[in-house]
């Protein structure tokens, strides 16, 4: 397949899972939700063909007024499923969609990417024992994911991919809990990965 051809239809698929998510965030405040079909009864799955495997995703929304704006994380699962969880503060709900669009491109394209990975036996993708943060997100699979997740939030938002690597590193300590030299450590390998 043409990499032109596959890169534009990769754009598509995960803009289709965005508008998704942001119509279900729009219109509800807490709870779990199956896409696709919690929107559309009849589909249980995304399915786009040549592009990924079918896959579906389990939206969580939770509001929580001790953050600032919105706090995001994802898992991809064996099972095909792509969990995404949005804590965000309702007072600021009607102010963080475009932030939150540019992070979801982030998100799910590295969750994609995970199914990718998976589909090619690229990594091994299961449950591995106990790891520290720091070899968490210096495994391969990691660092590839989160290189293509990063830059397709900067091919959208149009900023460095070194300013959002960093931003989200400094915004989610409480995720990735990391020293700050670490997190220097594998924001660099990050930059730097080529797959």
């Known amino acids: ?40 009864e009849d589909e249980m799955v ?10 579906s995703v389990e939206l ?16 991809y699962r064996e099972d095909d499923t792509i969990v995404i969880l949005i804590h965000y503060n309702p007072n600021k709900k009607r102010t963080i969609a475009y932030d939150l669009i540019g992070e979801l491109n982030e998100i799910i394209a590295h969750e994609l990417r995970h199914g990718y990975q998976n589909s090619k036996g690229y990594f091994d993708l299961g449950d591995s024992e106990e790891e520290t943060p720091y070899k968490y997100y210096t495994q391969p699979k990691e660092l590839d994911a989160l290189n293509f997740g990063f830059k397709r939030m ?32 594998v924001i660099n390998k990050i930059l730097k990965y080529k797959k």
């Open 46 to 55: 995304y399915e786009f063909p040549k592009i990924s495997d079918p896959f």
């Open 154 to 185: 900067s091919q959208i938002t149009k900023k460095p991919i070194e300013v959002l690597v960093n931003n989200w590193f400094d915004k989610n300590k409480d995720i990735h809990r990391l020293n700050d030299e670490e997190k220097k450590d």
């Open 1 to 40: 397949m043409n990499k032109l051809f596959e890169n534009v239809r990769q754009r598509e698929v995960i803009r289709s899972v965005i508008k998704d998510i942001i119509k279900v965030f729009k219109s509800n405040n807490d709870g779990e939700f199956d896409l696709p079909n919690y929107l559309y």
């Open 60 to 75: 969580i929304i939770e509001e929580n007024k001790n953050i600032r704006d919105f706090k995001i994380n994802g898992e």
